[in-house]
């Protein structure tokens, strides 16, 4: 990645001799280049390779027990070389854990290991991944467990073996380029006075808001490309060739921006320009990604923390240093849901670990303050990472095991087959919306209830609404409710029900026949299954 961004960036756009038209005319075509090649190899090869990695990783968890093909490997680590090595507004951290992600996936399919075996292997692929890049082992960990979940929410199921893989990376990498944090900061100091606190907070609150408008301007953006009349394979060319106008203006912008937060935490940058940056950079990497363009949000979200970290230290009179890095994770650690990985994440990239408490005070006002702001205004996006779920209870792959675990616990009261309850279709048949014969005379049906209605049932647990159906389990808000505690059934509520064929096809109409959860869990299974074929 750095020998293409050397050749195509370095070489071609800097030479002291070219004209500002050339010069910007040069930056424009190596950018517009890098998105046709980049569109090109992702969706002739691996269409899920495209945008940030991470997601990719949540929703494989999620919808595949981690599943994730083998040709996404080589063709992310291409593209994102591409993308980010010709000027693209981008971070390496998202393919890099798409990456490592799916060495883990790998590895599985050599073990033969089971679903949870292989979420496992593929948590600790990211984590290991992540801690090579930003030598973070203890922060990186973290992060595997809690972005999988918007709502404070860990995954934290053989932590101890997750947290052993980046360990061993931060080991190796650190024997290999050395041991030094990838931004340094000199002469810091802790921060002892109250007045340094206030402005913390005052720092936290538009963290807070930044951190609002960061996903849903990007997304916005990705969202805009979508609707665009013209084949994927060029709409990441389009998005560079509006990254490379911002870009002859604003230089700093394009790549990772590494370099500029050193720079602000160095004191050689500072002034009204880092909010601008912060703003331009918000448009560079929205155009990059959010247009199909390979690379991660992790770097452009720190970026713009940490340009806005660094404007507020400068007008507020605050210590700038400190103030970037109390920014970086402030903005990313509310805009990403993950307050404690960034908290440490960016403490052990820094080396700031004596501004561990201020830092916490920042991430923990702009969380606040994003979690409000997300109620009040109702935005579309609350995080950076819309693969992200509420909970546990919203995984498919964990749906998918509580009603195979709902239905053996109810197979002797029902008169259920077991051996029918423990074949693998039964699931599969459940989420197609068509009713499933499990004795002789009884048919199963799951399906997404429409209208609101009295849940009344008799002695004998049928519902006297529906004669002959009886209501086993309800999916509300998260949470599986036996009919017994429930006296109403409200539209959207998940309900498997029980009986005869010609009753439940009497009551059909009430439901919509297809779960949402599970209708995406059974399309994700085919297209991984159609390209298996290939």
Request: charged letters at 15%; aromatic letters at 14%; hydrophobic letters at 45%.
């Amino acid at each position: 990645m750095q020998e293409i961004s050397h050749f195509f960036v370095y070489k071609l756009t800097y030479f002291d001799n070219l004209s500002f038209f050339s010069h910007a005319l040069m930056v424009i075509i190596i950018l517009v280049i890098g998105g046709l090649l980049s569109g090109f190899f992702v969706y002739t090869f691996a269409p899920e390779a495209e945008g940030h990695g991470t997601d990719s990783v949540i929703r494989a968890f999620h919808r595949t027990g981690g599943y994730l093909r083998p040709i996404v490997i080589p063709i992310k680590i291409l593209t994102s070389a591409i993308t980010i090595g010709t000027g693209g507004s981008a971070g390496k951290e998202g393919p890099t854990a798409l990456f490592s992600a799916g060495v883990g996936s790998w590895y599985s399919d050599l073990r033969k290991v089971s679903w949870k075996r292989r979420q496992m292997f593929v948590i600790i692929g990211m984590a290991s991944g992540l801690s090579a890049v930003f030598r973070s082992p203890l922060g990186s960990s973290i992060f595997a467990i809690e972005v999988l979940y918007a709502n404070n929410e860990f995954e934290t199921r053989d932590f101890i073996y997750v947290l052993l893989g980046p360990l061993i990376a931060y080991v190796i990498t650190g024997y290999v380029l050395g041991w030094s944090p990838i931004f340094n900061i000199f002469n810091i100091q802790p921060i002892t006075d109250i007045d340094n606190y206030v402005r913390i907070v005052i720092l936290g609150v538009i963290s807070g808001a930044m951190a609002l408008l960061l996903p849903n301007f990007f997304y916005g953006v990705r969202d805009l490309f979508r609707k665009i009349k013209i084949k994927n394979h060029f709409k990441p060319a389009l998005g560079a060739l509006v990254v490379g106008i911002v870009g002859i203006f604003y230089p700093q912008t394009l790549g990772g921006g590494y370099q500029y937060i050193q720079s602000v935490l160095d004191g050689d940058l500072i002034g009204g320009i880092l909010l601008i940056l912060a703003l331009m950079k918000l448009i560079t990497f929205s155009f990059t990604v959010g247009s199909g363009g390979s690379g991660g949000v992790f770097a452009p979200g720190l970026f713009i923390g940490a340009m806005t970290g660094g404007f507020l230290g400068y007008i507020l009179h605050a210590p700038i240093p400190a103030f970037t890095l109390i920014g970086m994770a402030s903005v990313f650690g509310a805009a990403a849901r993950t307050p404690l990985a960034t908290i440490i994440m960016v403490v052990e990239m820094t080396g700031g670990y004596t501004l561990l408490v201020p830092t916490i005070l920042g991430v923990l006002i702009a969380y606040l303050v994003h979690s409000q702001l997300n109620n009040i205004f109702k935005v579309k996006y609350v995080s950076l990472y819309e693969a992200q779920l509420l909970s546990k209870e919203f995984s498919p792959i964990y749906q998918m095991e509580k009603i195979r675990d709902i239905l053996i616990c109810n197979a002797g009261i029902l008169n259920f087959d077991k051996k029918v309850l423990n074949n693998d279709d039964i699931l599969s048949l459940l989420e197609s919306g068509i009713p499933v014969q499990v004795n002789e005379k009884c048919y199963l049906f799951f399906g997404r209830f429409n209208k609101s209605v009295d849940l009344e049932v008799d002695d004998t647990g049928y519902f006297k609404k529906y004669k002959n159906v009886r209501i086993i389990y309800v999916f509300r808000n998260g949470r599986w409710f036996h009919s017994s505690l429930l006296n109403k059934l409200h539209p959207g509520d998940e309900v498997i029900v029980m009986g005869k064929k010609k009753d439940l096809a009497s009551i059909r109409r009430e439901f919509t026949t297809l779960s949402k959860i599970f209708s995406q869990l059974k399309e994700q299974k085919q297209y991984i299954e159609s390209l298996k074929e290939f």
